[in-house]
């Protein structure tokens, strides 16, 4: 049997390292065709080393030179999007909005896109979408709770019978808290997130729950839901990852532990199933599945989300720049865990939506939110 040729844009994050693994666990069925990185010399190394890909991409010039010395026989490139070219499968786990061109590429040559980095489909949906159709693209998300969507999704032949999804949210580790008593967080304290093991900007887009907004939004460009038939609901023991309820008032729910080993091996495999099962569910210890409301009030990231996802066009692109500036200045220690939501409503209220057509629109509407971020920041 012939492997499948898999690229990873972004290899030494989170979602990168952990697709290697659960590929190492695969190796008769996956080969490792191209890695991508921004500037982890080190760990690019390595993991060339062991997997021995055709294709290295090092965005940073100074690190791209040091990599190609020590793997004189891997083909050492700047350019991001060629790793589509010697791929079957792209799994996108690049962090924030320098994810898109993968995304593009991946689907403009009709291959399967693995899709982590959220950004590119929240930022530039309108864009996205049409690529969809080309032939042979296929967009399975690496997220939790779209991975357990568009499972749930596979119990119905007909779009019209969804009634509703339900996203959960495990809470954070500021679940419960009051607005009084998150002023003065610390970065440590956002980076402690009860049950998922993630990368520091997701970590702190849950502990504000922007990370779930933005998933809401990710979900109505990935599934055509209106947001109002979209809801979130807090569920502290990530175990059930979401819901779909039909119109005869059944609802699916995949269940699984939190380990992203799961969505990533269901996007390899699909529309078939890998075979290591990545941590069981042990139904004797498992007592007890929580579901709770949202606290809006002091999460107010989550409404911000919403409110930019029903405006449309170009707001969510703002408002997901705005919160990467400002995620970066709270784990920089320039602004306290309460300004974030500050910092992304100001973009929001103050930029001018239109309907993005073009690359260049997103790309604007994107500075256009990184600005208005600076200057709340600056304020
Ligand atoms: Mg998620």
Not at 20 to 33: N, R
């Amino acid at each position: 049997m012939s492997q499948l040729r898999v690229a990873i844009a972004g290899s030494t994050g989170s979602i990168g390292r952990q697709t290697l693994e659960v590929i190492k666990a695969h190796d008769d069925d996956y080969v490792v065709t191209a890695l991508a990185v921004g500037s982890a010399v080190d760990l690019v190394v390595e993991q060339a080393k062991y997997f021995k890909p055709l294709v290295v991409v090092v965005a940073d010039e100074h690190a791209r030179r040091q990599v190609a010395e020590q793997l004189p026989d891997v083909c050492v490139v700047d350019d991001l999007v060629s790793i589509v070219d010697v791929a079957d499968v792209v799994m996108n786990g690049v962090v924030g909005f320098a994810g898109l061109p993968v995304t593009l590429e991946t689907l403009r040559q009709g291959k399967r896109l693995g899709l982590a980095n959220k950004e590119s489909l929240i930022a530039a949906g309108p864009i996205v979408q049409p690529l969809r159709s080309v032939s042979g693209a296929t967009l399975v998300p690496v997220d939790s709770e779209h991975c357990a969507i568009h499972q749930c999704l596979r119990s119905s032949l007909d779009h019209s019978e969804v009634a509703r999804l339900i996203l959960t949210a495990s809470g954070g580790p500021f679940r419960g808290r009051t607005p009084e008593s998150l002023r003065a967080v610390s970065v440590t304290d956002a980076l402690a997130h009860p049950t998922w093991k993630m990368g520091p900007k997701i970590t702190v887009d849950s502990s504000t729950l922007m990370n779930k907004g933005l998933e809401v939004i990710e979900a109505h460009e990935l599934f055509n839901i209106d947001f109002d038939n979209i809801e979130v609901v807090v569920h502290p023991q990530s175990i059930v990852h979401s819901m779909v309820e039909f119109t005869d008032g059944s609802t699916i729910a995949q269940l699984s532990q939190p380990d992203m080993r799961l969505p990533i091996g269901y996007a390899l495999a699909y529309p078939h199933r890998i075979a290591t099962p990545f941590g069981r569910i042990d139904w004797t210890q498992l007592s007890t599945l929580e579901f709770e409301t949202p606290d809006t009030t002091t999460f107010p990231c989550l409404s911000i989300a919403y409110e930019a996802g029903r405006r449309g066009g170009t707001a969510p692109a703002c408002i997901s720049a705005a919160n990467e500036i400002a995620v970066d200045a709270f784990l920089l220690g320039r602004i306290m865990w309460s300004d974030i939501a500050m910092v992304v409503e100001h973009a929001l209220h103050h930029h001018k939506t239109w309907q993005p057509t073009t690359i260049d629109d997103v790309l604007a509407a994107d500075a256009d939110g990184r600005r208005l971020a600076q200057e709340a920041l600056v304020a």
